[in-house]
């Protein structure tokens, strides 16, 4: 049975709204990983939706260019800036809540609201950040493998690949964390995200050190799990995963016609099929020109001369391995990476979640016999952007069954 999510009037005093704003973090925390290890920056009020980060370019050692000769001066050198751009967006929701609901509900509805949206908001946040932090192009595919769609299911995380990306990171001079999560010192370190299965295969090896056996007791981490040759382990369920966007049959088609109707479009395929993108149909590519979600129907970039059988496999090639069916395999994401190698930027500080409570009869006219209140929570402003690719390595691979 489904009821009406439309809160009641009685908790929306000063105290209430603060225990309900404690509430709503608190649970947005309990989703928040890749948001935690991040450069913080916030943009002063009234001075716009963008930030700007800047970073000098390191001078280059030339011993025979620095050599100086008696009595001669030197030119100078310039100094070089190079500049990342970001601009913050808003998120958030809200529950509408009957009177009646509020006085005959067994539950806390308003407690029960804040925390749901806690955990929605907190997630967004989280999806929003990996996929800025998943965006860069310093990536490293397992066993030696060219590119995603080449991985295959041998192809998983392994100590191998976790050195791979240190010595990377070394080679780039990346800084490393030297502090823990409540800003205590620690042992100079790297961060690695990954997800359950990605640690389930690396937590085979012996090398691996998880938490339980640490040498000297630190403070850890959320989420912390391990520790294997100097990158600390952290791991979060929302870690990326790449899979594939397209995968459905052609429902009709006309011969010398661009357009081809499709069987379905999910959310996935409609994001992917953008002008530009790469789409197989049967055993030929073409290029997308539009997509129309609603009448599911894909505009190539030249019309095909032969009518397309209803029925032909239609997919993407954005992921794994295909399978005898064309059903590309699923590739996940762990990230390897260094201090200040990416920034989280929110407005004034105010990037923590807060709640929004209207009570009965708060809208006026539009609730004339005030019988609904609403529970709503918003992340004022926040986005996410790398700093510095070469200090966070993104290492793609298959997972264990």
Excluded at 246 to 263: G, I, K, M, Q
Excluded at 285 to 304: C, F, H, I, N
Excluded at 331 to 342: E, K, N, S
């Amino acid at each position: 049975m489904s009821i009406n999510t439309t809160i009641t009037t009685r908790t929306t005093t000063g105290f209430n709204k603060t225990f309900y704003d404690k509430k709503l973090l608190e649970t947005a925390k309990t989703r928040l990983v890749h948001a935690n290890f991040g450069q913080k920056r916030s943009i002063p009020e009234h001075q716009g939706k963008r930030v700007e980060f800047r970073r000098y370019e390191l001078f280059t050692p030339d011993a025979d260019r620095l050599t100086l000769q008696e009595g001669v001066t030197p030119d100078g050198q310039s100094l070089e800036q190079s500049t990342v751009e970001a601009e913050v967006r808003q998120y958030g929701a809200y529950i509408e809540v009957s009177d009646l609901l509020g006085l005959t509900a067994f539950d806390n509805v308003v407690n029960d609201g804040a925390e749901l949206l806690g955990e929605q908001l907190g997630t967004v946040i989280e999806w929003v950040t990996r996929d800025a932090m998943c965006a860069g192009s310093n990536v490293q595919y397992a066993n030696g493998k060219t590119n995603r769609a080449a991985l295959t299911a041998d192809d998983r995380l392994s100590v191998s690949e976790i050195r791979r990306a240190v010595r990377s990171l070394k080679k780039a001079k990346a800084r490393m964390f030297a502090t823990a999560e409540d800003g205590s010192a620690r042992k100079p370190h790297f961060v690695c995200i990954c997800s359950p299965d990605a640690t389930y295969d690396l937590q085979s090896d012996p090398l691996w050190q998880d938490v339980s056996k640490y040498a000297n007791a630190e403070q850890l981490y959320s989420g912390e799990i391990g520790r294997l040759f100097g990158v600390v382990f952290v791991e979060s369920t929302e870690a990326k995963v790449f899979s594939q966007s397209v995968y459905t049959t052609v429902a009709a088609h006309e011969a010398n016609s661009d357009r081809v109707t499709l069987d379905a479009m999910s959310d996935a395929a409609a994001a992917y099929l953008v002008d530009g993108a790469k789409l197989r149909i049967g055993a030929a590519e073409y290029t997308v020109k539009s997509a129309d979600r609603a009448e599911r129907t894909v505009t190539l970039s030249a019309p095909v001369a032969s009518a397309i059988s209803a029925g032909t496999r239609v997919f993407s090639e954005d992921a794994g391995a295909l399978d005898g069916d064309n059903r590309g395999l699923d590739i996940h994401g762990t990230l390897v990476f260094g201090a200040d190698a990416y920034g989280v930027i929110d407005v004034n500080g105010g990037g923590a979640l807060r709640t929004i409570i209207k009570p009965c009869g708060s809208a006026g006219a539009a609730d004339p016999l005030e019988q609904r209140s609403t529970v709503g929570a918003k992340v004022e402003a926040y986005t996410a952007t790398i700093l510095n690719n070469l200090w966070m390595v993104r290492i793609e691979h298959a997972v264990s069954l």
